[in-house]
């Protein structure tokens, strides 16, 4: 069931909340593909008989009634929130994310915690303390990553509306690879706050949702200004949902030249000019854009996002809460032993990197020439931006992979991130929607915008869905 | 300058000061916690000050305006723009595994004070949080620590090398605290560690173009430590050096028990802080408007107020320096000389008042002298109904109790005699009684005129008015 349908039976009171959250939470129980970590049945359900019983004030909220699954970083007061790890398998936060306070207010009711890759960092939802999750359109296939569990919940049908974070496609990459749609605000709409850190100058927490509707109205209940975040931005919010209705004049919409050149799939390439020729249907003009630094995104973002994490990840050292060990002779070995103990492979690996790029000798070797890398490719965005709208491209350089592929290949899994990389390294928003089936997988086209244009993205991704039908298919 | 009194044995000492000063703000440098000393262990921290995951920083911006006071009184430059950085390092009462700092682009940048007529520049002073508190020896077999000062602002002033010897320092802490106290910016008690202090200590000959090895030795605590502390390591170092050996660039620990530095750790040692600007806090645009603000409403600063001293109330260099010194013992004399002479009221607070508090050893603020008491004991001397000597009587007992003058003399019965008939009939019955000293005084011996004054006053038990003993003792002495 798509969300405004959901929340539609709600208003009408034709479905009560408590009955939505009931048959939300089978479908949970019933899960075989990994995506929950916990279920959060008997505050659920007070919390619907609350929303039934106070329907006048909730009726309007933009989630009214409607069940939802937020990704495991957000912090949850008294409720476990594991980021995927086992350092934090019995944390309890004494707090709410500003996100999930947001949505709570919203009238929406949090089913269950999400699936990720251990804080989040993995691009297939393989890093995970709690076991992958899989892909719902093949059980061998992985969900993406870092957000997996968000994404799969939606493609499996289990909520119409899941939150997510995306440091360098961890919302658009698994949108892309489950078929739905998934948006990655500008950097700043969003407040951090509560949402555990990864790499803090690029996490944004942004909606999944089949379509660009549910995205719309999940986002309206989750951007706010926020003074607990600095980096939050003050902009007034408009309604995203509204503005939908807008009209969209003809846009320009920048289109990358060479972009096989990336090493992209066929099935994606064919896709995407399919895609372009909707958008060219719809009265929108493309225009071929120079933007060969794209690639260089990815090596200034393996330096950044580990460098802030090595220092984000300090504070789980065993001392005042999360896993600590039982076996240590003194304090140092506390920390050894703890860390050890508690975090996976591949965040040790990011750790070990970015402490290595921050050490004394390779500062400005690596870490300033990454910033520096970073400068250019948003100066680069900022030109485009003179000339076009939006820039438009695939998300992803592939279709779901199997399982177990990164042992093969380490870099192969960077790789991944390449298209959507550079937006985060510029703070832009960006959408990935499904860009139809090749070989019975979904594949996704990504829309990035300049500053605070969720709404056009919003209005435009939604005019695409108004004539194709590539976000009902289900797996 | 002359150079060669601060020599050691043919050394000059080279020292540059890291003080570390709690700014007097509501609330934490990053958290919405209180800022206070002394409450219960861990009933002052908020989610931010334990560093759960998930939590950001915001800047306090009380904190930026004292920052910003502080550059302003020791003709700094004010950043346009400052950022704050992360500083990595593992401790148990450090929650993040980070401090927030400034590194590259502090508050405040190329400052000067002016000790004792000499230029010292200062660095930069920068602000950072400062860490909790481990305690290593409340349980037998455990480390405890209290988050209450975690989070607490803290302005680093780091001076340049312009320090030339241990008691120069001094006088450049002294310095310091004093600005600091006339800012309110912080209350500067040492002994609550609210301004430590790390010294950076090296020796060169004077001849010498380049620093020798500096050593840095961590939290110093108290004025007379700073002193100790230095004396020690130069001596240190200079053996060090004429046995042949080399100064290792280190950080050592002043211990005040036994007098002495030792060793913490060595430069191989040294920690790695992978310094790199904290993505939590956008960098802060410092405006001109702002720093015009706090210009227009800062206090008076220590030379300012003793040249006002000097001119409202015509006291001299002397007097105005000493009243100045501490901003307390100022506001006291200006309170006081709203009902009181100032020049009495400025030789007795410099004297007597001064006198009191350095015996005891505690501050004005402290003991039971109030502006009102004080101003009462003015009053009666200045009116003649007690002499200096049964002030000074006076003012122990309001020191002892902080009750008024005019009660205590009342209740001991302290007024002066001036009665002239009474004082004349005492002095006669003096002279009456000594007969010998009498004839000894007229046949020359002047110096006897000092014995009958003191017999009156020991018969008065010292409340006879002075000038009119002296009139009348000559009066009948020359009959």
């Known amino acids: ?475 | 300058m002359a150079q060669n009194d601060t020599l050691v044995k043919g050394w000059q000492p080279v020292i540059g000061l890291e003080v570390h000063v709690q700014l007097l703000t509501n609330t934490k440098l990053f958290s919405p916690a209180r800022n206070k000393f002394g409450e219960d262990a861990n009933t002052l921290v908020d989610l931010i000050d334990m560093g759960l995951p998930g939590v950001l920083p915001v800047l306090n911006e009380e904190a930026m305006r004292q920052g910003i006071k502080f550059g302003l009184a020791t003709s700094a430059k004010i950043a346009k723009t400052m950022i704050f950085d992360r500083k990595n390092y593992f401790y148990p009462d450090l929650p993040k595994g980070y401090q927030i700092t400034q590194l590259h682009f502090p508050i405040v940048k190329d400052g000067i004070v002016d000790v004792d007529g000499k230029k010292i520049r200062i660095h930069q002073a920068h602000l950072e949080e400062d860490a909790g508190k481990s305690m290593h020896d409340q349980y037998d077999s455990k480390s405890v620590i209290d988050l209450n000062r975690s989070g607490v602002p803290l302005l680093e002033i780091v001076s340049e090398p312009d320090i030339r010897s241990a008691s120069e320092a001094v006088n450049y802490l002294k310095k310091i605290h004093q600005i600091i106290t006339y800012l309110d910016i912080s209350d500067g008690n040492m002994s609550q560690g609210s301004m430590r202090c790390d010294a950076n200590v090296s020796i060169m000959r004077p001849d010498s173009k380049e620093f020798g090895t500096r050593a840095e030795i961590k939290n110093i605590n108290s004025f007379k430590f700073v002193e100790k502390a230095i004396n020690f390591e130069v001596k240190r170092q200079i053996k060090c050096l004429e046995d042949g050996e080399t100064v290792e660039q280190e950080t050592r620990l002043y211990d005040s028990i036994k007098d002495e530095t030792r060793s913490m750790r060595t430069k191989e040692f040294a920690n790695d802080y992978r310094y790199f600007p904290c993505p939590d806090l956008v960098p802060i645009n410092i405006s001109s408007e702002l720093i015009k603000d706090i210009s227009n409403n800062m206090d008076e600063l220590p030379e300012e107020k003793e040249q006002r001293f000097k001119k409202v109330y015509r006291l001299d260099d002397y007097e105005a320096k000493v009243l100045c010194v501490e901003k307390q013992t100022a506001n006291f004399f200006e309170e006081v000389t709203k009902n009181c002479d100032p020049k009495l009221s400025a030789k007795w607070i410099i004297g007597e008042i001064n006198a009191l508090l350095n015996k005891n050893d505690i501050s004005l603020g402290d003991s039971k002298i109030t502006p009102e008491n004080f101003s009462s004991l003015m009053a009666k001397i200045n009116d003649g109904t007690i002499s200096g000597k049964i002030a000074k009587e006076v003012l122990e007992e309001i020191w002892n109790t902080g009750s008024n003058a005019e009660k205590i003399i009342k209740s001991k019965g302290l007024e002066q005699i001036s009665d002239e008939t009474e004082l004349e009939s005492i002095a006669q019955s003096v002279l009456d009684n000594n007969p010998g000293q009498v004839e000894a005084y007229k046949a020359g011996k002047d110096k006897l005129f000092g014995f009958f004054v003191g017999q009156v006053m020991k018969e008065t038990q010292g409340k006879a008015n002075p000038k009119s003993i002296n009139e009348i003792l000559k009066r009948l002495l020359s009959g």
């Open chain 1, 1 to 475: 069931m798509n969300f405004k349908t959901q929340r539609e039976n709600f208003r009408s009171k034709s479905i009560s909340a408590k009955e939505a959250v009931q048959e939300t939470i089978k479908k949970v129980k019933t899960d075989k593909l990994n995506i929950f970590i916990n279920c959060f049945e008997r505050e659920a359900l007070s919390k619907a008989e609350y929303i039934d019983n106070n329907f006048a004030k909730f009726k309007d909220q933009p989630l009214s009634g409607v069940p939802i699954a937020h990704k495991d970083i957000f912090c949850t007061k008294d409720l476990i929130t594991t980021c995927g790890s086992k350092m934090l398998k019995d944390f309890k936060p004494p707090y709410d994310s500003t996100v999930v306070d947001n949505c709570n207010n919203s009238g929406s009711i949090m089913i269950a915690k999400t699936n990720m890759d251990e804080f989040a960092m993995g691009s297939s939802n393989e890093t995970s303390f709690f076991g992958p999750v899989s892909n719902p359109w093949g059980e061998n296939l992985v969900p993406g990553g870092s957000s997996g569990g968000s994404a799969a919940c939606i493609a499996a049908d289990i909520t119409s509306i899941s939150t997510g974070t995306d440091t360098g496609g961890s919302i658009r990459q698994p949108a892309a690879l489950c078929g739905i749609t998934g948006m990655k605000p500008t950097y700043g709409l969003v407040s951090r706050w509560g949402m555990i850190a990864f790499c803090s100058s690029m996490d944004q927490a942004g909606p999944f949702s089949k379509d660009a509707f549910g995205c719309a109205a999940l986002l309206d209940a989750m951007a706010s200004h926020d003074l607990k975040d600095s980096t939050c931005s003050k902009r007034k919010n408009i309604c995203y949902e509204k503005s939908l209705n807008d009209n969209l004049d003809n846009l320009k919409i920048g289109v990358i030249k060479n972009i096989e050149g990336f090493g992209i799939h066929e099935n994606i390439l064919n896709s995407y000019e399919t895609s372009k020729t909707v958008l060219q249907g719809l009265g929108h003009e493309l225009k071929e854009i120079d933007f060969s630094e794209l690639s260089s995104g990815i090596c200034s973002y393996y330096v950044i996002a580990p460098a802030e994490c090595s220092s984000n990840l300090s504070r789980f050292d065993g001392v005042k809460f999360g896993h600590r060990s039982t076996k240590q002779k003194d304090i140092s070995d506390l920390y050894m032993q703890t860390r050890s103990e508690g975090f996976g492979d591949e965040v040790k690996k990011r750790i070990l990197i970015g402490t290595h790029v921050l050490s004394a000798g390779f500062y400005d070797a690596y870490y300033l020439k990454a910033q520096k890398v970073r400068r250019i490719i948003k100066n680069k965005f900022e030109e485009i931006f003179k000339d076009v709208d939006l820039i438009f491209m695939p998300t992803t350089l592939d279709q779901a992979f199997e399982k177990n592929r990164e042992s093969s290949d380490p870099n192969r899994m960077y790789k991944e991130d390449l298209l959507t990389i550079p937006a985060n390294l510029a703070g832009l928003p960006a959408i990935s929607f499904p860009n139809g089936l090749k070989n019975n997988l979904p594949t996704g086209g990504q829309l990035v915008g300049n500053y605070f244009s969720e709404d056009l993205l919003l209005n435009i991704t939604n005019k695409i869905q108004e004539v194709t039908d590539w976000h009902k298919m289900t797996p």
